[in-house]
Structures are given as structure tokens and as C-alpha cells.
């Protein structure tokens, strides 16, 4: 699961608006139905994201027969299974054909084979699972496997250039303007992607893809607890769409543009989605601003006063501060790098047991069933909880569930066989739940523990560290590849388990927020968490 959409419906009227937003509902049937518009052009993006499972997967492949050009993965007859078995030797590990070397051979018919060995450089695949994927296509198999991961980490870092870009823009021109171009530069990208038959072209257009999907990313600080995990349900019921679609469309190329469809079904929703009239407000058009406030108060059934519908005589709130401010205090600081640690752990081991899904044992299709099925259940049981619990135990007890699901994958893949990978499936998923439940957790945890002068910054630099969470988890993943024997296999859980139990445990540093008076300004977040808070009405604006 992903942070929100750049503006929420609650931050079309609240931003900079509290009295307004009093007045005419603040989370009413208006907002509500701005909110779930946006969460659907968050989907598209869900899929284009996760769809990297089965677009860069491997299928079943081993060396081709030097010199016979009608080689397949599926057996022709007697003759072709006594070919492959005299020229590919059996890799021990697998117990199958290799899929990296052949004998060596002095002739076609193979009179003088060696029990030497050289790599190959043509391969057969099965098409069992896919008609064909972009690694049977372009052969990014053997010592070209790591371009999986570096291919995975551009993608990751389209989020973080886009954050960066895409951010800042939006401020100038406004949001709805950069979420219509964000669409729509998606849908060019998606669709070029689909006819790309080069790695590189392939990589860029996928950073662009991403890139072009922050614009649906950022949250304003209102109703986090409801529009975060509202959106992180449309980013699972995105999960079952890719599934669904990759299920239908087993060739790379069908299954892009059927993910590029997707967008541009959504274009019809951009004509229900107003612009932010807090942004409209910041640049000096109060009419326009205020023709959308009486449009919400009409369809929410509220009675408001003409002064307040004008938005004449509403007053900034001043302007929003750099979290930097806060690391002139050291008990802030030890704050603010223990969120920003929690949110890279976090993004990173996400993506990390996200895009790995391929990896395990057993039918990828299924597994990746099972992983969406797991966020589900950490949507609902966010939902459940995070409105009548403490923040800090929960996020611990979650991040410690991952952590320790991690380092349990370790003993089946050092120490089980064939019949007892299925336990490193089902610890996997595990652990996907424990750190989709956890993704929920610290962005209403975030949103809490900042206060209301900084937050919008702290928010944006939370969600800068978790791209370089995102961008890291492929290498991590490929640390196999470059550390050989068992210790290689172990290394990418060790590390992920490792960090997630670190950062469960130095989350409970941070104070509790549930029920407490939240700070507003950077004072009283120093002071927050000496003692103990008062109950307060306004905390309500954050529960489920």
C-alpha cells in the first residue's frame, strides 16, 4: 500500500479552512465523494506498478541446444529428450535442466562431448504460465539478472523525481491541472511501453510511469486516518485488477496495454473533481474558491452564512514551516529520524515482498491471490483498530510481526526442500501483512506526531525516504546474485527482517497520540509526550 492522492476531498475545503470546514460538514457526502473519485485514479497506477510481477517475470528457461534452432522448453519426442539430456547438463541444486550452460562440443551431431562447460548465450522458455514476458523477450536471464533489479529501482525512482517535480509544480499551477497532466502523461508513457522492444527505452518509459503517478500521492493534513486507509484499499482492490488482467493477458505487451486502458477509462472522472479551493485561495481567486465551498455545502444539506460562503473575511493561518525547525530541538530531531527511518524500513520491505512475489514457490497467479488477499486483511484490520487502540503498540506489534516473518523465511530456504517451500510462502505473506498494516499505521502516526505548522513538510519528507526505501528494495532483493552460496540466499531476509524489528522497536520512543491534544505548533511538540494528554473533541477529525 501507497500514501494518498495529492489533494483529499477533505483538503478541497480544510486546508487553511477549519471554520469553513465546520460550517459545512467536514467530511460529508461532498467530500466523501471527491475522496473516492480520487481513489479510483489511484488504481491505474496500483497496476502499472505491480504489474512489473508478471511483466518482468522469468519463466521456466534452460540453455538451448547449440545448433538446433527448432529447441523448445517442451519435449518434441524421444530423440529431442536424448539431445537435451547429452548437451544440457543437470543443475544439482534445482534438480533440473541448467539454465546458464552447456557442454562443451566439437560437432553438431555431438561425437566428442566434454564434460566441460561454457555458458550459453540462446535459451528456450515454457509457456506454461506466459505467451511471453520482457525477460524471455530480451533474455535478461544469467548474468544479465540483475538488470531486473536495477530496472525495478528506476521505477521506484520515477516516485521519488516525481515528488520532487511534480510537487512543486502543482503550487504554481494548481492540482487538479497536475492531475489531469498526470493522467494523461501516464497514458502516453503506458502506451509507448507496450511496443518498446528495447531494455533501456523500456526503463525510461517506466520512470515516467511512476513519475507521472505521484500526482495522485500526496495527503493533506486533514482526516488522514480515513483518506489514508481509503486509499489503501483502492490501492488492494487495484492488486485484484492486476491479477485480474494478468490472469486474461499472459503476453508482456497485452497485458501493458490493457493497464493503459485503465487510464484512460478514468478520464470521464476528471469532469466530477473540482479544483483544491485552498489553492484557489492562495492565489487570490476567492470566487472561484467560494463557488465550490457553496457547491459543497448544498450537496452536503448544510445551512451556512453568506460570510462564511464568500470567504471574504477568512483569515491565512499562516504559512507553513520547514521541518528542518524541528531539528533544533534534540528531542525532535530523535523523533523526526525515527519516523523517517520507519518510513524507508517500511516502503522497502513493502515493495521488497511486493515485487519478490515471483520468487516464491508454487503458482505465481495464486501467490500473488494470496499477497493481495493479506493487505485486504490488514486494510480491515487497521480499520478496526487504529480507532480504538494506541498508535505507537500497534505499529510495534506489526513491524515486529514482519520482521520477525522475514528472518523465519530464512530457515526453509537454508534448510527445507522442495516439500517445504510452501512455509516460506506462507511466511512471506505474513509478512506482507504485517507491513501493509504497518504503511497504514505510520502515516496516521506521521500525521499525529507533527505538528500542524510542519506537517505538510514532514509529510513530504516522510514520503521521500520511503522512495528511497522503494529504490533500494530491488538491490536487496538481488543481493543473491552478487553473495554466492547460502548465505546469499539468506542475506535479502536477514536484512529486511533485521530492519523492520529495528524500526518496530525504536518506534516506541515516539509518544502515543491516540485520545491526546496533538501540538500545533513546533513548542507544543517538544512538550507532547512529558505528560500525559487530555482527552479532546478535535481528535475526532483523525479517527476512523
Known sequence: MTPGALWTSSDLVAMRFDDVVQEVNPFGPFQKRVCCLLCLLAIPGTIHIMATVFI?????????????????WESQGPEHDQVVSQVIPTDLTSNTWSRCLVRRYSHPDFP????????CSRWVYSKETFEATLTSELNIVCTDTPFVAMANSVLMGGFLCGSLVLGTVADFIGRKKIVVICLVGQIGVTLATSFVYN?????????????FVIGLELVGPQYRTVSGIAMGMFWTIGLFFTLLLAYFFRNWCHLQLAASCMNILCIPIMWFIPESPRWLVSRGRRQEASVIVRHAALVNKVVVSENVLSL?????DGPQLNVCQLFAYPRLMLRCLIIFFNWGVISGVYYGLGLNVGSLSGDLHLNFLFAAMAELLADVFCLVLLGRTG???????TMLLAGTACLAIIFPVLYGNQDTMWTATVLSMVGRFGISAAFSIIYVFTAELLPTSVR?????????NARFGGIASPYITSLVFYVGGNFGKALPSL????????????????PETYLQDLPETVEDANNFGRKTGRTTTEQGSLKV
Open 456 to 464: 505538510n513538510s514532514g509529510m513530504g519528507v516522510s514520503s521521500l
Open 312 to 316: 471574504q473575511d477568512l483569515q491565512n
Open 391 to 397: 498508535r505507537r503498540l500497534l505499529h510495534c506489534v
Open 495 to 510: 536484512i529486511f527482517g533485521g530492519l523492520s524489528i529495528l524500526a518496530g522497536l525504536a518506534s516506541l520512543w515516539l
Open 199 to 211: 531494455f533501456v527505452v523500456f526503463v525510461i518509459c517506466r520512470f515516467f510511469t511512476t513519475f
Open 56 to 72: 518482468m517475470a522469468v519463466p521456466h528457461h534452460r540453455c538451448a541446444v547449440p545448433g538446433l534452432d527448432n529447441d523448445t
Open 112 to 119: 566428442h562431448l566434454s564434460n566441460d562447460t561454457v555458458e
